[in-house]
């Protein structure tokens, strides 16, 4: 079996309005079978993933997005009010799957108990209290399953789930065209819920 750990700590600013959730974080930033990767690594560590361009058209409309260091990636959720935490924290996978799992991979090795959640810190927990959840994904059953697995080995309430909205991914996409439909979405989110 292959270990694969997410070992990204949970980034939550103190009067986080949002959090960013995702499941665990790509190959270039996993600790695989206790190896680490070279360099420092934060989340949506990929270049092929477009999270910071989306959310830098988001929150900075007038500025050309531009490659952040991981403390100016840090610095900008502090500034936005953005925390981000991933679900996952280590998965037992076969010798022939594939290092970079698919969420298909993930659901499978929940499905078999090979998987540990993310614990959340006290200071954590409370934030999670207001905040609104934003995942970076479309809703899946699988998705689903996996929050209530994180929600379960935190003891969270399960109302949380209401409070979540599932976004377009921000791979594979034009980031500008993406921010804007990220704003429309979460705009009608925050009405739905009665909040702005």
Known sequence: M???????????????????????CALNARTINGEKPDGDFFYYNDNRNHFWKIMQYLYLPDQEP???????????????????QNLV?????????K????????????????????????????SF???????????????????K?????NNLSFDLLENIHFLKTPTRCNPYKRSVEWREEINDFLKSRGRS
């Open 2 to 24: 292959i270990s694969q750990k997410d070992e990204i700590p949970s980034y939550i600013p103190h009067d986080a309005r949002f959090i960013v959730l995702g499941t665990m």
């Open 66 to 84: 531009k490659r952040l260091t991981i403390a100016e990636k840090k610095a900008f959720l502090r500034d936005h009010g953005i925390g981000i």
């Open 89 to 97: 924290s280590e998965i037992w996978t076969p010798n022939q799957s």
């Open 99 to 126: 290092l970079d799992p698919s969420d298909t991979v993930l659901f499978d090795c929940q499905k078999k108990k090979k998987i540990s959640f993310k614990l959340l810190t006290p200071k954590v927990k409370k």
């Open 129 to 147: 209290e207001n905040a609104t959840f934003l995942f970076t994904c479309r809703h899946k059953k699988g998705i689903e399953n996996l929050m």
């Open 149 to 153: 697995g994180f929600i379960e080995a």
